[in-house]
């Protein structure tokens, strides 16, 4: 009898579901999630009884599996509505109708719950980009108030923008575990199975500086001698292989490697873009990438993204990679990296026929003029190019910054992109124009992470490739390459580097994981207005009860931090332990000052941090606000300044301390500023801004403690949050080929 | 985000939240693909031929394939006040299950269950069926429980209520009007 039942069969391909819509209210979910996968490869065994997995332990379940042993159950199983009246098949039907729309409605909730991770995620990232996009702007409307600042015949320039590296400084000994290996120039293939082999190791993979300083100064020479436009063809390969946004996951790289092979000839590669920043082997990605460049010149493109840049690296994380991983010599080999970035390519053509850019293009984008610019004077993006009085182009500026920073949006017309501060969004239109201007097919871009690695949007036109897995979270996005054929028709291989670390999780432990570690970005991002926050809260409780209602406390998050998110969808998670009628601020507070948040704020930097840490900012700050070139800055100099300076960076500090501040640094009292006591007032705010920090902390940890709600949900961000480091295994990846869209 | 909408009250506010998840550029457009997805966050119940319906009346003349917040918004507040879409309650869902089950076994096989979301009815394309099986299969005996099922797809709504509030809010303020416009003599 049981032999016939076609449900005890091998149904199904056995494969385990890729991520997608999924579910996790149930208890027994993980249980659940773990047969239900494998239920599909249940066999009936030799005596004709299914084997099921678990033999069943509860009398209910032993006396079902009987039931269904016993009664006639089969007749189940033959079309459901056959032999039935015609009323009870209508019945039927709608009652199918009826839990089909149920279930689509708690589908609907667990892909909501997906939806607004990442958007936190993203809007947390944008939002962090506007800052620094805030310094692009801030710059450019100085230069627009203080036109004397680009007067030719300046004296005693102390810019440092247009040097390079001195050539004879001493490398120092760095302590600690060295891989031992040797590289020379040329790099060659074994060079880089060498590199490859000490990278991948958790421990022992940095290399001597000295190879460092090798590689990136033989890199830098090299780039130099190329147009600021590559021209990548077909013709001897009959095909290319395109990347997108590493951003420091040396694992998704040599993923890409090991599946796609190294680069050749018949193999070449283009990376477009943000190899570093956020993730924690940017530098190796970076060595990679430039020794691959150096083995394979005919095969490697490497594409300018806006993450090489060390603007944006004092405020990703690179910075503070290489100067952990280097104490030593972090400054000469950050340096030697900005040579790299200066003279890397803006961006490649395919055949002539498609390009290849990190961002996008807007509607003034004119590729000649491209062509034409001089893109060694752009150390930095996000700092105006002032090089010995030279003008500023800022046209030419304003070109690169729109093909590094746009995003494509999906309604027509350009403008001004609100969401990153700079750049723009540029609809179908101005890709269509865009491309019939230049006669060219279509245009790959990166710069924004997807679920799926890629993108297709404006018909086709412009697709995004992000080759960052687990971008945001272990669990949040796959990663993907592109590969085109002669006739430049693509497809694309998606992955997961570290697969089985995700694999072994339930479904609900992987939600878990991403919405802690979103949940732990927001709340970093929140504490920059701490002080607001809770001024606002108390506003609208005036009768100190700690609580407020729902909707005002979703209108002070909106007003204060300005993310657009769904505060309602967020409120038991932030303020947690409260009921459905008011909301506990208290506790929203308090989980910010919890030990996971205050650490996860000092690993990160803020904007004045980056700000002070990047002292070229702060020197073409001085230059620019120093108008007459004399080397010093007076208090009217400065007071113009300030009033800019408030009104890009609000809430940072006002116009009366700022005056303060100019008056604190004239440190010998002669009534003005030099450049070395505008850095020191630099330095020493931000001592000033940290003690009054931690005397804060120190006055808080005698008050009351949290709630207990609130300690277990940062216990729970804390444990989710913790990453163990391993070996990198390129084979533990969960590849699958997408094929191209007709 | 930069575009700001003015929400006149706390339904618009509801389903603006709602909406604004799927608001990838802070432009408030979404692809028109989201629309039940909206819906079934804020709470209703709809089927999918009234997801259509409400697509098919808030899809953007300007740009196919998105709608707009301010649209969906003045079509969909009627709708709540007037209680469309609507979930039922756990006896219904229990009924409903009931009609499949004459034989009163409280569960369901999944061969069953699964040709009949497959194959009759607004059917379940793969993915969902695939999403579904976490949620409905009982993995030691391998059936739909389905008393068990409900209790899983059971989800609080209280759209209704602020909708119900509003409805009230406007036909008092009508009142007045309507008083003020003929004063009583």
């Known amino acids: 009898m049981l032999r016939s039942c076609v449900c005890l069969q091998n149904g199904g391909s056995g494969k385990r579901r890729s991520s997608s819509v999924e579910d996790a209210s149930s208890c027994r979910s993980s249980e659940i999630e773990r047969v239900g996968a494998s239920m599909q490869t249940t066999t009936l065994g030799s005596n004709g009884?299914?084997?099921?997995?678990?033999?069943?332990?509860s009398t209910r379940a032993s006396s079902l599996l009987q039931l269904f042993q016993r009664k006639g159950w089969c007749k189940h199983f033959r079309k459901p509505l056959r032999g039935m009246s015609a009323t009870r098949a209508e019945k039927t039907i709608r009652a199918a109708i009826f839990i089909q729309k149920w279930y689509r409605r708690h589908q609907a909730r667990q892909e909501m719950r997906k939806r607004c991770n990442w958007q936190i995620f993203q809007n947390v990232e944008y939002a962090c980009e506007q800052d620094q996009a805030e310094?692009?702007?801030?710059?450019?409307?100085?230069?627009?108030?203080?036109?004397?600042?680009?007067?030719?015949?300046?004296?005693?320039?102390?810019?440092?923008?247009?040097?390079?590296?001195?050539?004879?400084?001493?490398?120092?000994?760095?302590?600690?575990?060295?891989?031992?290996?040797?590289?020379?120039?040329?790099?060659?293939?074994?060079?880089?199975?060498?590199?490859?082999?000490?990278?991948?190791?958790?421990?022992?993979?940095?290399?001597?500086?000295?190879?460092?300083?090798?590689?990136?100064?033989?890199?830098?020479?090299?780039?130099?001698?190329?147009?600021?436009?590559?021209?990548?063809?077909?013709?001897?390969?009959?095909?290319?292989?395109?990347?997108?946004?590493?951003?420091?996951?040396?694992?998704?790289?040599?993923?890409?490697?090991?599946?796609?092979?190294?680069?050749?000839?018949?193999?070449?590669?283009?990376?477009?873009?943000?190899?570093?920043?956020?993730?924690?082997?940017?530098?190796?990605?970076?060595?990679?990438?430039?020794s691959l460049y150096l083995a394979f010149p005919n095969a490697v493109f490497l594409n300018r993204g806006n993450h090489e840049d060390s603007v944006m690296n004092a405020r990703y994380g690179f910075i503070r990679e290489v100067e952990g991983k280097y104490p030593r010599n972090h400054k000469r080999l950050l340096s030697l990296i900005d040579e790299v970035y200066r003279w890397l390519p803006l961006g490649s053509i395919l055949n002539n026929r498609v390009l290849i850019v990190h961002g996008g293009f807007s509607d003034t984008t004119n590729l000649d003029l491209i062509k034409s610019i001089d893109r060694g004077k752009y150390v930095s993006i996000l700092r105006p190019p002032l090089m010995d009085g030279e003008a500023l182009e800022k046209a030419e500026w304003q070109q690169i910054f729109d093909i590094m920073w746009s995003d494509p949006q999906a309604s027509q017309g350009c403008k001004p992109n609100a969401l990153r501060g700079a750049g723009v969004w540029f609809g179908p239109d101005t890709t269509e124009l865009f491309l019939k201007r230049h006669r060219l097919s279509y245009v790959i871009r990166s710069h924004e992470c997807k679920p799926n690695?890629?993108?297709?949007?404006?018909?086709?036109?412009?697709?995004?490739?992000?080759?960052?897995?687990?971008?945001?979270?272990?669990?949040?996005?796959?990663?993907?390459?592109?590969?085109?054929?002669?006739?430049?028709?693509?497809?694309?291989?998606?992955?997961?580097?570290?697969?089985?670390?995700?694999?072994?999780?339930?479904?609900?432990?992987?939600?878990?994981?991403?919405?802690c570690a979103a949940l732990k970005e927001l709340a970093v991002r929140m504490r920059e207005h701490r002080d607001e926050l809770e001024a606002d809260f108390k506003k609208y409780d005036p009768d100190d009860s700690g609580c407020i209602t729902i909707s005002k406390w979703c209108f002070v998050m909106e007003n204060v931090t300005k993310l657009g998110l769904p505060w309602r969808l967020l409120r038991d998670k932030l303020a947690p332990g409260t009921d459905s009628q008011c909301v506990n601020y208290v506790r929203t507070l308090d989980l910010l000052d919890t030990d996971v948040i205050m650490e996860a704020e000092a690993d990160g930097t803020s904007v004045m941090d980056a700000l002070y840490a990047n002292k070229a900012s702060l020197e073409t700050i001085f230059n620019i606000i120093d108008a007459d070139h004399s080397g010093e800055i007076t208090l009217d100099e400065f007071e113009k300044a300030i009033d800019l300076l408030v009104a890009h960076m609000p809430g940072v500090y006002s116009k009366d301390e700022?005056?303060?501040?100019?008056?604190?640094?004239?440190?010998?009292?002669?009534?003005?500023?030099d450049l070395n006591e505008f850095l020191e007032a630099f330095r020493l705010s931000d001592l000033s801004r940290k003690e009054q920090q931690e005397e804060y902390l120190r006055k808080r940890s005698t008050c009351q403690r949290p709630s207990e709600s609130v300690t277990r949900l940062a216990d729970t961000i804390s444990r989710n949050t913790l990453v163990v480091e391993h070996d990198i295994d390129p084979t533990d990846c969960e590849a699958k080929v997408v094929g191209q869209k007709s | 985000m930069e575009i700001a909408i003015p929400l006149a009250n706390e339904l618009e506010v509801r389903i603006s939240e709602a909406f604004c998840i799927f608001d990838i550029h802070g432009d408030k457009y979404i692809d028109t693909r989201n629309v039940g997805n909206v819906l079934r966050f804020l709470g209703c119940v709809p089927t999918e031929k009234e997801v259509n319906q409400v697509i098919a009346a808030t899809e953007s003349a300007e740009n196919p394939g998105e709608t707009h917040l301010q649209k969906f918004m003045a079509h969909l507040s009627p709708l709540l006040m007037d209680r469309k879409m609507e979930p039922a309650s756990a006896e219904q869902i229990l009924a409903a299950f009931e009609v499949?089950?004459?034989?009163?076994?409280?569960?369901?096989?999944?061969?069953?269950?699964g040709k009949l979301m497959k194959e009759e009815g607004e059917q379940f394309n793969d993915d969902e069926m695939k999403a579904m099986w976490r949620v409905a299969i009982d993995p030691i005996t391998e059936n739909v429980p389905y008393v068990f099922y409900i209790n899983q797809l059971k989800h609080k709504t209280t759209i209704y209520d602020v909708a119900e509030v509003l409805k009230e809010e406007l036909a008092s303020n009508d009142k007045e009007k309507k008083k003020e416009r003929n004063p009583m003599p």
């Open chain 1, 49 to 57: 009884q299914p084997q099921t997995l678990t033999p069943p332990t």
């Open chain 1, 135 to 290: 310094l692009y702007k801030f710059f450019n409307d100085l230069i627009k108030h203080m036109p004397q600042a680009i007067e030719a015949g300046n004296k005693g320039q102390t810019s440092k923008q247009s040097i390079g590296p001195e050539k004879s400084a001493t490398l120092y000994e760095e302590t600690g575990e060295m891989a031992r290996i040797q590289l020379e120039l040329p790099i060659q293939k074994k060079h880089i199975d060498l590199m490859i082999d000490v990278f991948r190791k958790k421990r022992g993979n940095r290399l001597h500086p000295k190879y460092v300083c090798m590689i990136l100064r033989e890199a830098a020479k090299c780039l130099k001698q190329m147009p600021n436009l590559w021209m990548v063809s077909t013709a001897v390969s009959q095909q290319v292989t395109i990347c997108g946004d590493l951003h420091g996951k040396l694992d998704d790289l040599l993923v890409v490697l090991y599946k796609n092979g190294l680069p050749s000839a018949s193999n070449p590669y283009v990376f477009n873009g943000d190899f570093v920043d956020r993730g924690k082997r940017g530098l190796e990605v970076l060595l990679l990438l430039l």
């Open chain 1, 453 to 515: 690695g890629h993108e297709f949007m404006h018909d086709n036109k412009v697709i995004t490739i992000f080759s960052a897995s687990n971008y945001y979270a272990m669990g949040s996005n796959k990663g993907a390459y592109m590969r085109l054929n002669n006739q430049l028709v693509p497809h694309f291989v998606q992955y997961i580097s570290a697969a089985s670390q995700t694999k072994e999780l339930s479904f609900k432990q992987r939600m878990g994981i991403v919405e």
């Open chain 1, 658 to 673: 700022m005056l303060e501040k100019c008056r604190m640094m004239d440190l010998n009292g002669d009534g003005k500023v």
């Open chain 2, 100 to 113: 499949l089950d004459p034989e009163n076994k409280r569960f369901l096989t999944k061969e069953y269950f």
